[in-house]
Structure formats: C-alpha cells, structure tokens
C-alpha cells in the first residue's frame, strides 16, 4: 500500500501571519464592544445619579415648605386665641420671630434651617370702603429662610394672611 503524501499546492496549511490577522481582527471588534458598553453604562450612571440627586432636592425643598406653612398656621391659629383689646390695643403680640426646622434637638445637634419671620397686624384697605371696616384687622405672617446649594445662597419666603374681627367668628355663627 502506498501512502500518498499531499504535496503544497493541494494541501495549504495557514500561515501564521494569516491566523495572528484574525485573531487581531476579533480582538480589536471585541474592544469596540467594551469602548461602546463602557460608555453606555457611563451615561447611565451619570443619569440614575443626577435623578437621585434631584429627587432629594425636590424632597428637601417639599420639606422646608411644608414646615414653613406649619410655621405660619401656628403663628396665625395663635394669633386668634387674643380677644379684640389685646390684639389692636397693646403689645403682647411679638411683631417678629425665629423658629428652626428641627426644633427638637438637643445639646449641641444642628437645629436645621432658620426661619426668620414678622407678622403684623393692620386695617384692611378694603375697596370699595364698607362700614365694618373698623371693626376687622388683617393679619399678615411672612416667613424667610435661606438654601445653601454649593457656593449659592437662595433665599425663600412665604406669606399667610387671614382677617380677625371685632366679635369673633363664634358671634357671627352662633348668634344669627
């Protein structure tokens, strides 16, 4: 039995130039993947981060609102326990104040943010004039606090206003 040999023209091993080409060619598509992959989940990240950091702005903000209203319904709700001669004749009413947003800390914990806040007491400028108008006074509570975001200082502020009159809401109620 004779064992025929191919010879080089029939048989064509790859060179090794040929197989070092496509393994360049597949690594080189393999590191554009990871390029394109890594800048995806860069964007991503980048994302999910500036969402979460938003959403705690929006939150703290949401906070500091609602205790500033808290604030001047105290104020206000306080302001209508006074009978008529105590809230136009004398001064027992303080015409400003400070209140925290964490009331409650103790020692030396941080107090939070400090609301700054006036409240007056006037005749209302009704128009057209009317008869009672001596009879009513407006009561004003405006509130100020400041925001620090980074090197920037933003200050916020508020304002409730409800009327008291002379005979109190209890006579208008009970007595017709």
């Known amino acids: 039995m004779k064992i025929h040999l191919p010879t080089t023209h029939e048989f064509h091993l790859p060179t090794p130039q040929c197989r070092l080409g496509r393994r360049a060619t597949q690594l080189a598509y393999a590191m554009a993947e990871v390029l394109m ?4 989940l860069g964007v991503m990240m980048v994302s999910l981060y500036g969402g979460m950091s938003s959403g705690f702005a929006v939150t703290q903000l949401a906070r500091e609102n609602l205790r500033g209203t808290q604030i001047m319904l105290e ?7 006074y009978n008529w001669n105590q809230l136009v004749y004398s001064n ?3 015409t400003s104040f400070t209140a925290y947003y964490y009331p409650l800390a103790t ?6 943010v400090p609301y700054a806040g006036t409240l007056s007491i006037t005749t209302p400028a009704l128009s057209p004039p009317v008869s009672y108008v001596n009879d009513m006074r407006l009561i004003t509570v405006s509130i ?6 980074g090197k920037q200082k933003i200050v916020r502020s508020r304002q409730m206003k409800t009327y008291v009159g002379r005979m109190g809401m209890q006579n208008y109620i009970y007595n017709n």
């Not at 992959?37 to 995806?40: L, N, Q, R, S």
């Not at 104020?75 to 326990?81: A, D, F, Q």
């Not at 100020?144 to 975001?149: D, E, I, L, P």
């Open 144 to 149: 100020q606090w400041t925001n620090t975001y």
């Open 107 to 112: 020692g030396n914990d941080s107090r939070g």
């Open 92 to 94: 027992m009413i303080p």
């Open 37 to 40: 992959g890594t800048a995806i």
């Open 75 to 81: 104020r206000t709700e306080g302001v209508r326990l």
